[in-house]
T-cell receptor, first 113, second 111 residues
Framework: KQEVTQIPAALSVPEGENLVLNCSFT??????LQWFRQDPGKGLTSLLLIQSSQREQTSGRLNASLDKSSGRSTLYIAASQPGDSATYLCAVPDGGSQGNLIFGKGTKLSVKP | NAGVTQTPKFRILKIGQSMTLQCTQD?????MYWYRQDPGMGLKLIYYSVGAGITDKGEVPNGYNVSRSTTEDFPLRLELAAPSQTSVYFC??????????FGSGTRLTVV
């Protein structure tokens, strides 16, 4: 069964730092990987979707990479801001392109002004 | 763009009551899902649907029912509410090519 692990569970950094969030998955036969952001008491906002044929995706200050063979993805956040404070979740479909989306437990990021 | 709309946002139920959580999407996505999120437990799939008239159980379906009569709507029914169903419920949809869009959630408390 697919398992997704995110490290670290929590991270506190001063404003302006570049940072990396890590996600690993046990079954490399994935169709895609998606990164989400969740603010306290809110829903999930999709940040980046990486298809299995891609190695990375970029959106503004965010860059996500995917290495299927090693079962890893990283989310790079450049020049962090207090508004980036949230929980970041990565998720992969469980066996096949659709169906159950398996989530990691998230990395809770706090960016101090 | 509305995306995925869930109602209500908050609800308090008494044990044994029933209710329906509504979910509507306007992106013409074939796939729709219901998840529940409990503190420290992550998101778990309750039910999903690959198209109108087709539904299937997820990881934690007990105590819930769903229907999918149209592409747009995927309501979740709770019968005989129990305290264990206190949670935050998220509806999501995706196209065949992947990439999920989530609603803003329904916070349900059963007392």
């Amino acid at each position: 069964k697919q398992e997704v692990t995110q490290i670290p569970a929590a991270l506190s950094v001063p404003e302006g730092e570049n940072l990396v969030l890590n996600c690993s998955f046990t079954d490399s036969a994935i169709y895609n990987l998606q990164w989400f952001r969740q603010d306290p008491g809110k829903g999930l906002t999709s940040l980046l979707l990486i298809q299995s044929s891609q190695r990375e995706q970029t959106s503004g200050r965010l860059n996500a990479s995917l290495d299927k063979s090693s079962g890893r993805s990283t989310l790079y956040i450049a020049a962090s801001q207090p508004g980036d404070s949230a929980t970041y979740l990565c998720a992969v479909p469980d066996g096949g392109s659709q169906g159950n989306l398996i989530f990691g437990k998230g990395t809770k990021l706090s960016v101090k002004p | 763009n509305a995306g995925v709309t869930q109602t209500p946002k908050f609800r308090i139920l008494k044990i044994g009551q029933s209710m329906t959580l509504q979910c509507t999407q306007d992106m013409n996505h074939n796939y729709m899902y219901w998840y529940r999120q409990d503190p420290g437990m992550g998101l778990k799939l309750i039910y999903y649907s690959v198209g109108a008239g087709i539904t299937d159980k997820g990881e934690v379906p007990n105590g819930y029912n769903v229907s999918r009569s149209t592409t747009e709507d995927f309501p979740l029914r709770l019968e005989l509410a129990a305290p264990s169903q206190t949670s935050v419920y998220f509806c999501a949809s995706s196209p065949y090519t992947g990439g999920y869009t989530f609603g803003s959630g329904t916070r349900l408390t059963v007392v």
